[in-house]
């Protein structure tokens, strides 16, 4: 019998696993949906959670036969009910019922609700020591020694699902993590790495929101447009690996192939390549510590020709400096960093903000946050109430700005 034969008898063999998905109907939600529903005996779909979109949820439920389906906002509670009439699919909505669903007994939970509103969800998956998939990003931009020091306390294994972390975290061996010099991230340079200052001035969202290589939801798209998903990445690796700040670094790479580089005392770098497709590090998460089947495009090097690097530019992409202010300051300041961003890329998207303006709005935010006397949060209430000051502060900036 072949070793990949009796892997798969050994499969076969074992109960499935038990998982949760919060914020199944976003696109890290229907991808890792896409890649359950390809090998559906091997999972138990215990909870799937959205916020408003109760068609897709009912959908989802039904056909990946879900214990149960949470929508946060309770306004859709009856439209969820009644697609699920007939089905013995339990429906909940509301703050309270999302945390409820998170505390069902999992072997696995995919974090990946997009924003500040996934801090306590997450929080609460942590808690309960399991695994746990990390897509969400504001856990560690937000929160993240809190949410760090609940890790460790649990015991949870956490896995990190962003393509550059996920990447990184196969390309670090624990063993030799002391001698880990530098780890370098990749950024696509997004649809405006060739534009100039004063075509960047007139983008629209819709400029935006067409990204070279990534299939992202519509916050992170824009993230990547201004390069603050590459800041937000800088201040998450430096939580997620053993290295301080200053060993941190981003590279420009447009074919989006190679998603983060580890170099070691040696002089060695060990670098993860894949096709950019969120299947693969989600299939990573799903099968860890072994490797699953994922129906992406494989690499044909020869075919790519060439893999393309350069420095970013700080001035048409402050972002990445600001991210890179906030870590360093440790004060708080990435939770600031992170209110305000949600706030100006919401602008933005309204037509109320001009691309450029993002970044204004994001360093003036922190600049009068550090005014009124920033320090930094020390439980996941007091992160939660300088989002919530952080907010205000960059509405009545916004104000200004417009
Ligand atoms: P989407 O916007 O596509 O999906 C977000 C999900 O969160 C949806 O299920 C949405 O529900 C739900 N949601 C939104 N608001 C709330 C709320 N207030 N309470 C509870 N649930 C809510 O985002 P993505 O899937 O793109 O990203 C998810 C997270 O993963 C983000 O933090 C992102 O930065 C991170 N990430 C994403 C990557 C990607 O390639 N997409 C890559 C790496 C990280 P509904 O559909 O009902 O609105």
Redesign the pocket.
């Given at each position: 019998m072949s070793t990949a034969t009796a892997y798969a008898k050994s499969l076969q063999s074992q109960p499935p696993r038990r998982i949760s998905i919060?914020?199944?109907?976003?696109?890290?939600?229907?991808?890792t949906l896409d890649l359950i529903g390809r090998d559906p005996a091997r999972y138990h779909v215990v909870a799937l959670?959205?916020?408003?979109?109760?068609e897709?949820?009912a959908a989802q439920a039904i056909a990946h036969n879900a214990e149960l389906a949470v929508?946060?906002?309770p306004s859709r509670y009856n439209e969820l009910k009644a697609a699920l009439a007939g089905t013995s699919i339990e429906a909940a909505a509301g703050?309270d019922a999302?945390m409820e669903a998170v505390a069902h007994p999992v072997e696995w939970t995919m974090a990946?609700?997009?924003?500040s509103?996934?801090l306590r969800?997450t929080l609460e998956a942590v808690r309960q020591g399991t695994t746990v998939a990390l897509?969400?990003?504001?856990c560690l931009v937000s929160a993240g020694d809190i949410f760090m020091q609940a890790v460790a306390k649990s015991g949870t294994q956490l896995l990190p699902?962003?393509?550059e972390h996920s990447a990184g975290f196969q390309a670090i061996d624990p063993k030799v993590s002391i001698s880990i010099e530098k780890i370098t991230l990749t950024a696509s340079g997004g649809p405006f790495r060739t534009w100039t200052l004063e075509q960047m001035k007139d983008a629209s969202p819709e400029d935006a929101l067409k990204h070279p290589n990534?299939?992202?939801?519509?916050?992170?798209t824009i993230?990547s447009a201004t390069l603050m998903?590459k800041g937000?990445e800088l201040i998450e690796a430096y939580h997620l690996f053993p290295v301080e700040p200053e060993q941190l670094d981003v590279v420009i790479h447009p074919q989006s192939i190679v998603h983060c580089l580890v170099e070691y005392s040696d002089g060695s770098v060990i670098a993860q390549m894949s096709s950019p497709d969120?299947r693969t590090?989600i299939a990573y998460s799903l099968a860890w510590p072994e490797r699953m089947w994922a129906p992406t495009e494989r690499l044909d090097l020869a075919k790519i020709g060439s893999l393309t690097f350069e420095s970013p530019d700080y001035e048409r992409f402050p972002a990445l400096r600001i991210a890179r202010e906030a870590l360093e300051s440790d004060n708080g300041a990435t939770t600031v960093l992170n209110a305000a961003n949600e706030i100006a890329v919401d602008a933005f998207l309204g037509r109320r903000l001009g691309l450029l303006s993002i970044c204004v709005l994001v360093a003036e935010t922190m600049e009068a946050a550090v005014r009124a006397g920033l320090s930094k949060p020390k439980s996941l209430d007091e992160v939660l109430e300088l989002d919530k000051r952080s907010r205000m502060l960059a509405r009545s900036l916004l104000t200004e700005l417009v």
């Open positions: 919060l914020g199944a109907t976003g696109s890290i939600g229907r991808s959670t959205g916020n408003r979109n109760a897709l949820l929508l946060a906002d703050d999302l990946a609700i997009v924003g509103a996934g969800p897509a969400n990003k504001e699902v962003d393509s990534w299939s992202m939801g519509q916050k992170l993230d998903n937000l969120m590090p």
